[in-house]
T-cell receptor, first 111, second 115 residues
C-alpha cells in the first residue's frame, strides 16, 4: 500500500482555520484519500474522502493537489472538540480492504 | 444516526482466562473488522470478516483469537487464553460496500486489561 507522511503534531487557536497536510507521493490512480480522526479515548471516526476533486462536508474540506501527491484537510473554524489525532489514509479500490493507520498528526487547540 | 456499539466498555480479566468482546455493527453493513490499540501506539488491524468467513487477518491474529457472527447481528472477538500483552483497546468496525473505497464506522472500543 502507498505510504502517507504527516507532521507528528500541530497546534492551532480556537475559532481559527486549521490546515493539516499530507504527502502521498506514491499514490496510485485508484487510491482514494481518506481522513479519519481519533478523539481522546474514542474509536477512529471518518472525516472525509476524495479521489481527485476537492470535497466539502459538514465536518471539513479536503483539498487535493492536481498531481494528487499531496492533500490538505481543512477545518474551517477549529473548536476545542477538534483536538484529536488526524489520520490521512490511502484506500485502494478493492474488496473489504483493511485500513492501515499510521501515526497521524496530533492536533492541539489553544483556547 | 446508526452506530457501532461495543460491550463491555471495560473488561478486566486474569491472565490465561478466555474473554469475549462483543460488537453490534450497523444493521445493513456487510463487512466487519476488529482492530486493537495498545496504549500510546498505533491502531492495528486484526481481522476482517465477510460472508461468514475471515477475509483477511494480520500476524497478530493467531490461534488464540477467533471471530464469530453468531446470530446475524452480533460480531464477537474471542481471546482463548489472555496474556498480559493483550491489554489494549479493541475496536470493532463495519462498512456497507466494498467499492469504490468503503468508509468504516468504528465503535467506541472495549478496554481490555489483563492482570
Amino acid at each position: 500500500d502507498a505510504k502517507t507522511t504527516q507532521p507528528n503534531s500541530m497546534e492551532s487557536n480556537e475559532e481559527e482555520p486549521v490546515h493539516l497536510p499530507c504527502n502521498h507521493s506514491t499514490i496510485s490512480g485508484t487510491d482514494y484519500i481518506h481522513w479519519y480522526r481519533q478523539l481522546p479515548s474514542q474509536g477512529p471516526e471518518y472525516v472525509i474522502h476524495g479521489l481527485t476533486s476537492n470535497v466539502n462536508n459538514r465536518m471539513a474540506s479536503l483539498a487535493i493537489a492536481e498531481d494528487r501527491k499531496s492533500s490538505t484537510l481543512i477545518l474551517h473554524r477549529a473548536t476545542l472538540r477538534d483536538a484529536a489525532v488526524y489520520y490521512c489514509i490511502l484506500r485502494r479500490y478493492s474488496s473489504a480492504s483493511k485500513i492501515i493507520f499510521g501515526s497521524g498528526t496530533r492536533l492541539s487547540i489553544r483556547p | 444516526e446508526p452506530e457501532v456499539t461495543q460491550t463491555p466498555s471495560h473488561q478486566v480479566t486474569q491472565m490465561g482466562q478466555e474473554v469475549i468482546l462483543r460488537c453490534v455493527p450497523i444493521s445493513n453493513h456487510l463487512y466487519f473488522y476488529w482492530y486493537r490499540q495498545i496504549l500510546g501506539q498505533k491502531v492495528e488491524f486484526l481481522v476482517s470478516f465477510y460472508n461468514n468467513e475471515i477475509s483477511e487477518k494480520s500476524e497478530i491474529f493467531d490461534d488464540q483469537f477467533s471471530v464469530e457472527r453468531p446470530d446475524g447481528s452480533n460480531f464477537t472477538l474471542k481471546i482463548r487464553s489472555t496474556k498480559l500483552e493483550d491489554s489494549a483497546m479493541y475496536f470493532c468496525a463495519s462498512s456497507d460496500k466494498d467499492r469504490p473505497a468503503p468508509v468504516a464506522d468504528f465503535g467506541s472500543g472495549t478496554r481490555l486489561t489483563v492482570v
